[in-house]
């Protein structure tokens, strides 16, 4: 499995993850520049959220959440200011899941990052 595949079927989890607790998925990797893409955009009651997802096989070099560097964050920010903008949102929020497969699966979800 190349790294793209490992990253969509992160992708995949966290999807199963977010309907099991109440969202509805409206798109998934909604590219917006060469810079940025959002992984998720889900929907929970009148909200939006916009989620990044980062999938480790292990924590030996660090916890996904941890490969969100501030130049990442600042271009997805980029993107979902622009995406809010477009499509006249006003009640959203940018989340982060991450996701480690082994010793044991494990799915850790930061709202409102």
Do not use: W
Request: glycine residues 6%; contains cysteine.
């Amino acid at each position: 499995m190349n790294n793209r595949e490992f990253g969509a079927k992160g992708e995949d989890l966290a999807c199963e993850y977010l309907k099991k607790n109440g969202y509805e998925i409206l798109e998934r990797n909604k590219h917006f520049s060469k810079l940025c893409e959002v992984d998720i955009i889900a929907k929970i009651k009148n909200k939006i959220v916009f989620v990044e997802v980062k999938t480790r096989k292990t924590n030996a070099f660090g916890t996904p959440l941890e490969a969100i560097t501030k130049s990442k964050y600042q271009n997805i920010k980029t993107g979902v200011l622009t995406y809010v903008q477009e499509h006249n949102i006003k009640d959203y929020q940018i989340d982060a899941i991450g996701i480690t497969i082994y010793p044991e699966l494990k799915i850790e979800h930061l709202k409102n990052v």
